[in-house]
Nanobody, 127 residues
Framework: QVQLVESGGGLVQAGGSLRLSCAASGRTFGRYFMGWFRQAPGKEREFVAAISRSGTNTYYTDDGKGRFTIFRDGAKNTVYLQMNSLKPEDTAVYYC????????????????????WGQGTQVTVSS
């Protein structure tokens, strides 16, 4: 089992940047496929980015490519989401998610692909 704690959210102007962090408990961080999702008011939780257990492979939505970067630091048991060129439509609560896997194959963009979730961190982008 793993516990996830997000941080780094806040209020930023359009065009600005934020870096979200997700700290994972335990000593098996390297076994977890990690993802970031977000949920805006009145909308479904949606996929933002994911990273394989080794960090070799990363995945993004078309909208996030070129703006968002997901990366992980095994020494710190932390996964990050660097968000640049933020838009007002990026406003949402951002959630970190983890899935224990023995291989890096399989889907990664569905909520049901992940077993563990953090409590979320609010990101607000003003126009």
């Amino acid at each position: 089992q793993v516990q996830l704690v997000e941080s780094g959210g806040g209020l930023v102007q359009a065009g600005g940047s934020l870096r979200l962090s997700c700290a994972a408990s335990g000593r098996t961080f390297g076994r977890y496929f990690m993802g970031w999702f977000r949920q805006a008011p009145g909308k479904e939780r949606e996929f933002v980015a994911a990273i394989s257990r080794s960090g070799t492979n990363t995945y993004y939505t078309d909208d996030g490519k070129g703006r968002f970067t997901i990366f992980r630091d095994g020494a710190k048991n932390t996964v990050y989401l660097q968000m640049n060129s933020l838009k007002p439509e990026d406003t949402a609560v951002y959630y970190c998610a983890a899935d224990p896997r023995t291989v890096d194959s399989g889907t990664y963009y569905e909520k049901d692909d992940y077993n563990y979730w953090g409590q979320g961190t609010q990101v607000t982008v003003s126009s």
